[in-house]
Nanobody, 115 residues
Framework: QVQLVESGGGLVQAGGSLRLSCAAS????????MGWYRQAPGKQRELVAV???????NYVDSVKGRFTISRDNAKNTVFLQMNSLKPEDTAVYYC?????????WGQGTQVTVSS
């Protein structure tokens, strides 16, 4: 069974940095694209960054220039380096493959940015 385990979240001041990790079971890494999502209180989950198996990346405008997604295919792990964090980045962060390849969601990791 595919499992996703996110880690690395925490409480940070505005302007600070965090590095999130997502450990995935082997089968999901046969899927070309992986992404990081976030869900803020009262809002829908949004896709903020994606990466292909070849390393091509794309970002939502609100995080461009601040967040960097990367992956280690040998370790079945996806990372999200988050710099210059803002209070509006506060959310639970999840990794998963975009539709139609989405698998059961992990528990996510909470990121809280204080002003």
């Amino acid at each position: 069974q595919v499992q996703l385990v996110e880690s690395g979240g925490g409480l940070v001041q505005a302007g600070g940095s965090l590095r999130l990790s997502c450990a995935a079971s082997g089968s999901i890494f046969s899927i070309n694209v992986m992404g990081w999502y976030r869900q803020a209180p009262g809002k829908q989950r949004e896709l903020v960054a994606v990466i292909t198996s070849g390393g091509s990346t794309n970002y939502v405008d609100s995080v461009k220039g601040r967040f960097t997604i990367s992956r280690d295919n040998a370790k079945n792990t996806v990372f999200l380096q988050m710099n210059s964090l803002k209070p509006e980045d506060t959310a639970v962060y999840y990794c998963n493959a975009p539709m139609p390849w989405t698998v059961p969601w992990g528990q996510g990791t909470q990121v809280t940015v204080s002003s």
